[in-house]
């Protein structure tokens, strides 16, 4: 599966913006969808997941209440909602793919296919 990630930009601390991951293939409703962020300087981190239905879903604590995983397997679509953006949300935007038996994980080692990654700035 090829994933392209999109909606990155600048915005001002507050501010939203959602990022979209469109994905290639007609098996879009068997993979796992996660989003991660790379900062600049810093290692490339977990922000939240999404199991195959999208009725599981994870959030590492830095997003959880602002953040929004969802998916549209009829468009092979990934979402990610970002509200009340704050500057340390500064970072690369990257969507990946775990072709997945029904689990849904955290660990970036788990995703099999990852996409170019979008920039979100924010000012402050």
């Known amino acids: 599966v090829q994933l392209q990630a999109s909606g990155g930009g600048l915005v001002q601390a507050g501010g939203s913006l959602r990022l979209s991951c469109a994905a290639s293939?007609?098996?879009?409703?068997?993979?796992?969808m996660g989003w991660f962020r790379q900062a600049p300087g810093k290692e490339r981190e977990f922000v939240t997941s999404i199991s195959r239905t999208g009725g599981t879903t994870y959030y590492a604590d830095s997003v959880k209440g602002r953040f929004t995983i969802s998916r549209d397997n009829a468009k092979n679509t990934v979402y990610l909602q970002m509200n009340s953006l704050k500057p340390e949300d500064t970072a690369v935007y990257y969507c990946?793919?775990?072709?997945?038996?029904?689990?849904?994980?955290?660990?970036?080692?788990?995703?099999?296919?990852w996409g170019q990654g979008t920039l979100v700035t924010v000012s402050s």
């Open positions: 293939g007609r098996t879009f409703n068997r993979y796992a």
């Open positions: 990946a793919a775990d072709y997945s038996y029904g689990y849904v994980y955290t660990q970036e080692a788990e995703y099999d296919y």
